[in-house]
Nanobody, 125 residues
Framework: QVQLVESGGGSVQAGGSLRLSCLASGYMNRNYCMGWFRQAPGKERETVATIRRYGSTWYTSYADSVKGRFIISQDNAKNTLYLSMNSLKPEDTAMYYC????????????????WGQGTQVTVSS
């Protein structure tokens, strides 16, 4: 069983930065794909970024809305997934969730895999 716990959320002004962390416990091997997702009140959950490893190469993907501003990374030694968020905008305000799934990446429209409880990010103008 895998458990995911997010941290690092908070309130920040537009243009500011935050770094989210997701600590994973339980057995996870390199065949897991991990990702960050977010959901704002009244809106559907959306994919922010995903990361997976093939051999020695890491592959990442980002939503168009965060490209160039957010960076997803993973520290296997610490069992931790990160999301570095820069140049934050009010529209980035949402609950951010960490997710992990074996073989294929987590998807925004299913709960397959493992999901954390979320951490709130609020960006004021």
């Amino acid at each position: 069983q895998v458990q995911l716990v997010e941290s690092g959320g908070g309130s920040v002004q537009a243009g500011g930065s935050l770094r989210l962390s997701c600590l994973a416990s339980g057995y996870m091997n390199r065949n897991y794909c991990m990702g960050w997702f977010r959901q704002a009140p009244g809106k559907e959950r959306e994919t922010v970024a995903t990361i997976r490893r093939y051999g020695s190469t890491w592959y990442t993907s980002y939503a168009d809305s965060v490209k160039g501003r957010f960076i997803i990374s993973q520290d296997n030694a610490k069992n931790t997934l990160y999301l570095s968020m820069n140049s934050l905008k009010p529209e980035d305000t949402a609950m951010y969730y960490c997710a992990a799934r074996l073989w294929s990446c987590p998807e925004r429209n299913t709960n397959d895999g493992y999901w954390g409880q979320g951490t709130q990010v609020t960006v004021s103008s």
